[in-house]
């Protein structure tokens, strides 16, 4: 008889979604949390009330593995990047080989080890070098003829944008890097080393998938827009989802798949950050976990599909698709705050629900609030989402929609 529990590990951020999913489908949901309390990013995102069973992880993996035998369990599965880890780990103890390859567990996390098990298994990679040590950072530098050459410098271990900063032609890398190393990051880790990166080139994209056995399926995939303010890189402007037959997917899948193969995931959700630049395709980052920031609803919206229904499906009915179906265009849209300070015109985004192709929209601060800069998706001021069968309607919508976001007005304080 199969077993009734299916064990989350941080059920937070987009992993908030399972319980209810699981609970539709007839499984009672354990969770599992990887500290006494969730990450800084995560604590409005934890929800215990959802679980008749919360355990917490206070230092000992075996220990806990052996409170969660009482369910039986047939597998578990990480609700955000902060549980990656330890899923892997009580996977192992509790249903040996039915998960990732274990021996490749750092490369699913830490930014340095994706790149390690890439050149190991002969994918191309930007170069990029992690240490704690400036002149180390500068010798590696000197050698790659990287020097005074646009980088990316941030933390091995972080999420959504956080603590990434780009260094322009000849600008001052050692200020950056000495501004990540030793500090806390979002997921509340310590950055104990930096990781320094060859900048890349090219149109990003989105893509998610789903393994089983090591089979590679795609669940969605979206071109990334992002916009560059001051030295920060990675703030989110617009994401566009694409068909699966595209043939800007077909340039990218192959290798996705190949970087999903190098770093071991072989079974549950990938999310993977694809540059295509003039020399390939070429892996930003992956991770072994459900797409965050409200990622679920708008793959749900233009794919009828998304990771949270592909984990319980296949978890619970064995149920495998091979790829995914667009059923209608969608632009995502993340609306910024151009500095701190008092958001004091808040209406002016409201005739985006006038527009032909509108669909949802969520401002996520009150009339005359202090609203932070917005420098990575955790600090986002609001999300618009457009759907529309005509491309031209969704891009005049767009245009207007920028228009609102212009005329925001942040005061100073």
């Known amino acids: 008889m199969s077993s009734q529990y299916t064990i989350i590990v941080d059920p937070l951020s987009t992993g908030q979604e399972y319980p209810a999913a699981f609970k539709e489908a007839g499984q009672i949901p354990v969770a599992v949390l990887s500290g006494s309390e969730p990450p800084p990013a995560y604590t409005t995102s934890w929800h215990p009330d959802d679980f008749e069973h919360v355990h917490y992880l206070t230092g000992d993996v075996s220990a806990l593995a052996d409170e969660l035998r009482v369910y039986e369990p047939e597998y578990l599965v990480p609700g955000a990047e902060s549980g990656v880890e330890l899923c892997d780990q009580l996977t192992e103890i509790l249903v040996p080989g039915t998960g990732n390859v274990p021996e490749l567990a750092a490369a699913r996390r ?20 992690l240490t704690s040590d400036p002149v180390e950072a500068e010798n590696w530098l000197k050698e790659n003829d990287l020097l005074g050459k646009r980088l990316v410098i941030k933390p091995p271990k972080s999420a959504a944008g956080d603590e990434v900063y780009v260094v322009f032609e000849d600008g001052d890398w050692r200020e950056r890097f000495d501004r990540v190393l030793g500090r806390t990051n979002k997921m509340g880790l310590t950055n104990e080393a930096v990781l320094i990166q060859e900048y890349a080139e090219g149109t990003e994209y989105l893509v998610d998938s789903y393994s089983v056995d090591g089979v590679h399926s795609l669940v969605d995939v979206c071109r990334y827009t992002k916009v560059s303010r001051g030295d920060k890189i990675g703030i989110y402007h617009r994401i566009d989802f694409l068909a699966a037959d595209d043939p800007e997917v077909l340039a990218v899948w192959p290798y996705t798949q190949q970087v999903l193969d190098a770093v071991g995931i072989r079974v ?12 390939g395709p070429r892996l930003i980052e992956v991770a072994a976990r459900p797409a965050g920031g409200g990622h679920q609803m708008v793959s749900d919206l233009a794919t009828g599909d998304n990771h949270i229904k592909r984990t319980v499906a296949h978890r619970v009915r064995g149920e495998v698709r091979s790829s995914f179906d667009l059923v209608q265009h969608l632009r995502g849209i993340f609306i910024s705050a151009v500095r701190e300070g008092y958001f004091r015109n808040r209406e ?44 031209a309607t969704l891009d005049d919508d767009y245009q207007k ?4 976001e212009a005329a925001i007005v942040i005061e100073t304080p």
Do not use: N
């Not at 080890?113 to 890439?118: D, E, K």
């Not at 549950?268 to 020399?279: A, K, N, Q, R, V």
């Open 401 to 404: 929609v920028l228009e609102m």
């Open 348 to 391: 002016v985004l409201a005739p985006a629900e006038d527009l032909k192709s509108f669909h949802w929209m969520k401002i996520l601060y009150d009339e005359d609030a202090l609203v932070p800069e917005t420098v990575d998706l955790f600090t986002c001021l609001a999300w618009v989402i457009l759907i529309h069968s005509d491309a």
């Open 268 to 279: 549950g959700c990938g999310h993977s950050e694809i540059m295509l630049t003039p020399d």
């Open 110 to 129: 830490d930014k340095w080890q994706m790149a390690q098990a890439l050149s190991a298994a002969g994918v191309p990679r930007l170069r990029q070098f």
